[in-house]
T-cell receptor, first 116, second 108 residues
Framework: GAGVSQSPSNKVTEKGKDVELRCDPI?????LYWYRQSLGQGLEFLIY????????KSGLPSDRFSAERTGGSVSTLTIQRTQQEDSAVYLC??????????????FGPGTRLTVL | TQLLEQSPQFLSIQEGENLTVYCNSS?????LQWYRQEPGEGPVLLVT?????EVKKLKRLTFQFGDARKDSSLHITAAQPGDTGLYLC????????FGTGTRLTIIP
């Protein structure tokens, strides 16, 4: 079956431009995370969607970052007025459901964002 | 804020050697996961440990959860080039928190 997909795989943009990153989770997975990973280091939590609940936005680094999840499926992470420090790999992960917090996260391949 | 520190940050060893990487925190976690990430891909789950003192083995990989559920270790026996990658621990406490990562390179 299809895994988590993300698009584009690479995005190069100029400072000040807006970008949209897309995540297609595994069908039927109710929860979705966005993370940021810089220079092959650890993952920085950005935002978490679970079913119809209000998303946990506590990891978004500034109000230039926003995300939505339409119809409980596809999610879009938007970065407005990009800055060079936004350059990173943005990873999306979906999980089937939140059962005692032990669920495996299924990650997409990521979008590598470069802000010039 | 719950933090997970991994050590070493980088490790490069010869094929056939043994190694241990560590994941430490001052916070207690209800469970802890280990993931491996290869270049250009997302992390892939290796194991989940949930009980203090628990030991799990996955072929040549041995995972241990500390008695106090604040730390974990990953031991690899007879490392192979296919073990190369970024190893990430993730703890489930107030929220899921990923560690800083250990980049492992196995030299043939």
């Amino acid at each position: 079956g299809a895994g988590v997909s993300q698009s584009p795989s690479n995005k190069v943009t100029e400072k000040g431009k807006d970008v949209e990153l897309r995540c297609d989770p595994i069908s039927g997975h109710t929860a979705l995370y966005w993370y940021r990973q810089s220079l092959g280091q650890g993952l920085e939590f950005l935002i978490y969607f679970q079913g119809n609940s209000a998303p946990d936005k506590s990891g978004l680094p500034s109000d230039r970052f926003s995300a939505e999840r339409t119809g409980g499926s596809v999610s879009t992470l938007t970065i407005q007025r990009t800055q060079q420090e936004d350059s990173a790999v943005y990873l999306c992960a979906s999980i089937p459901y939140r059962r005692g917090r032990l669920s495996e996260q299924f990650f997409g391949p990521g979008t590598r964002l470069t802000v010039l | 804020t719950q933090l997970l520190e991994q050590s070493p940050q980088f490790l490069s060893i010869q094929e056939g050697e043994n190694l241990t990487v560590y994941c430490n925190s001052s916070s207690v976690f209800s469970s802890l996961q280990w993931y491996r990430q290869e270049p250009g891909e997302g992390p892939v789950l290796l194991v989940t440990v949930v009980t203090g003192g628990e030991v799990k083995k996955l072929k040549r990989l041995t995972f241990q959860f500390g008695d106090a559920r604040k730390d974990s270790s990953l031991h690899i026996t007879a490392a192979q080039p296919g073990d190369t990658g970024l190893y990430l621990c993730a703890g489930d406490g107030e929220k899921l928190t990923f560690g800083t990562g250990t980049r492992l390179t196995i030299i043939p």
